[in-house]
């Protein structure tokens, strides 16, 4: 009964053993499985970061690229805008010298005008131009009151005017009248004949601008 005892111990042992080793070697391939798995994640994970860091490089060079672009079109907007109010204030300030030469200009050939018919005033062909307007007007209002306007120089005329018009007609000085000529006014028909150089020469001034060739804009 001894020896028997004993082998069977021995045989327990044995089996033990075995489990204890297949224990040992499911652990090992648990382990190496674990391992496995981890270097597997691991390396996915290091694709994932990779592909990340690539995705995220090229889209830092994209928006960068596009903020290059944005920033090229802003400043060539701006400076497009920038020639364009250059061009503009060029062409402002040659129009406004174009402006005083043309009145400049203007200004010099009317005063020549105007001192031409101040010295033709003076002749004796004036007072029959003045005495020829003063009929003129007194055909034109019939034997209505007619008020007749002379400048100083002219009022010595005075009479002969009246008698052109008659008995309703006064004579005055003005101021407004400084070339000569007359300007007859009919208070009840509310009229007024304006025969005077002054008038004239201005009338004559849109005429002059709107055919001589001083243009304010440069053809």
Same mark, same amino acid.
């Not at 042992?13 to 496995?36: D, M, P, Q, R, T």
């Not at 060539?76 to 406004?96: C, P, Q």
């Not at 010099?108 to 001192?115: N, Q, T």
């Given at each position: 009964?001894?020896? @028997? ?6 045989? %327990? !042992? ?6 204890? *080793? ?5 652990? #090992?391939? @648990?382990?190496?499985? !674990? ?13 994932? %970061?990779?592909? &990340?860091?690539?995705?995220? +490089? $090229? ?5 960068? +690229?596009?903020?290059? $672009? #944005? ?5 060539? %907007? ?18 406004? =010298?174009?402006?005083? %030469?043309? $009145? ?5 050939? @009317?005063?020549?005008? #105007? ?15 003045? +005495?020829?307007?003063?009929? =003129?007007?007194?055909? &034109? &209002?019939? *034997? ?20 052109? @018009? ?12 400084? !070339? ?9 028909? $509310? !009229? ?15 005429? &002059?601008?709107?055919? #001589? ?7």
């Amino acid at each position: 009964m001894y020896f @028997f005892h004993g082998v069977a111990k021995e045989g %327990t !042992i044995g089996v033990a053993e075995k489990k204890a *080793k297949k224990k040992n070697e499911n652990e #090992s391939k @648990f382990l190496k499985a !674990i391992e496995k798995y981890a270097r597997q994640q691991q390396m996915a994970l290091q694709t994932e %970061t990779e592909v &990340f860091e690539k995705e995220a +490089l $090229q889209k830092a060079e994209r928006d960068g +690229l596009r903020d290059a $672009q #944005s920033l090229i079109n802003k400043e060539r %907007t701006a400076m497009r805008a920038k020639i364009s109010a250059d061009m503009a204030k060029k062409e402002a300030d040659g129009n406004l =010298e174009i402006f005083k %030469t043309r $009145q400049r200009m203007t200004a010099e050939i @009317f005063e020549k005008a #105007s001192e031409k018919l101040r010295n033709y005033t003076a002749t004796p062909d004036y007072e029959k131009k003045l +005495l020829a307007y003063a009929r =003129e007007c007194a055909e &034109f &209002f019939g *034997k209505a009151d007619v008020e007749v306007c002379l400048c100083k120089r002219d009022i010595p005329l005075a009479e002969k005017i009246t008698a052109i @018009f008659g008995a309703g007609c006064t004579v005055k000085e003005v101021a407004d009248i400084r !070339i000569g000529g007359l300007r007859a006014y009919c208070p009840q028909q $509310q !009229i007024a004949v304006d025969k005077t150089f002054d008038t004239q020469l201005e009338q004559q001034k849109e005429w &002059f601008y709107e055919h #001589s060739d001083l243009k304010v804009k440069p053809e």
